[in-house]
């Protein structure tokens, strides 16, 4: 395949500038010597102690930024509605279309789905105390469904199920914020009690396992409708210009 054909020799002029450029940005910062960031790990470390949670990282996602958690979540929802506008047509108008599925990869999907959820479960459930959390788990639990929408396309999800858990979960996660908000001034407060003496344990963090629980039912519910709709967006499409 030429290069030249597919993309215009100014773009690829442009794109390597651009790359030149974006290298030599990056050099200057390297050789710049400041102390700025030099204690930012140590300072988080510090500011950890107020929530009593044994994974920093959990702290600063759902509490130091927990409104930037706010928008991420938001976006993702966002990205979920576009996806179901833009191929629930196609999906109702082969909605009677059967395809056969193959008793051995559905037998065995079947029983891999109990599995990945519990280990999704497990991430979300743990992610104040070691690497993983709500968006991690939430994600883990839409590949088990995945899984089953490659081995089953006849396979569909209660949609009603989904949108209750999505909305539930969104709505706490606010009531949860304004608690906060009245009860310690600031937005997303850790409101509950979280004493020093519980870190590494699985009831601790105060609200900040809660708040996992509900990004993890909130990503795993959206993820897996976007996950359908893709899965089948190829054999519907085949049947459909059939």
Known sequence: MNLKKVLPLKH?????LSSALLLSFVGLLMQVKTNLFDNVGDIFLTLNMQTATANAVTSV???FRGIDT???????????????LMLSDTQRTCD?????????LNTGSRLLLSVIVLFGVYIIVHGHLSPGGGFQGGVVIATAFL???????????????LTLGESLSGVTYVLVAIIGL???NILLG????????????????????IIYI???????SEMSVIVEYFSKEDYYKEVYDA
Do not use: Y
Not at 71 to 83: I, W
Not at 96 to 104: A, Y
Not at 147 to 161: Q, R, T
């Open 147 to 161: 899984l089953l929408f490659l081995a089953n396309p006849n396979m569909k999800l209660s949609h009603s199920i």
């Open 214 to 220: 509900l990004v993890g039912i909130k990503v795993g």
């Open 70 to 84: 706010v928008g991420e979540v938001t976006v993702l929802f966002l990205a979920t509605s576009g996806v179901a």
């Open 96 to 104: 009677k279309v059967i395809k056969q599925e193959s008793f051995i």
């Open 182 to 184: 009245f009860k310690m």
């Open 190 to 209: 850790n409101f509950l009690p979280h004493p020093i003496s519980q870190i590494g344990e699985l009831v601790s963090g105060g609200i900040i396992p």
């Open 12 to 16: 690829i002029v442009l794109s390597i």
């Open 61 to 63: 996602v759902t509490f």
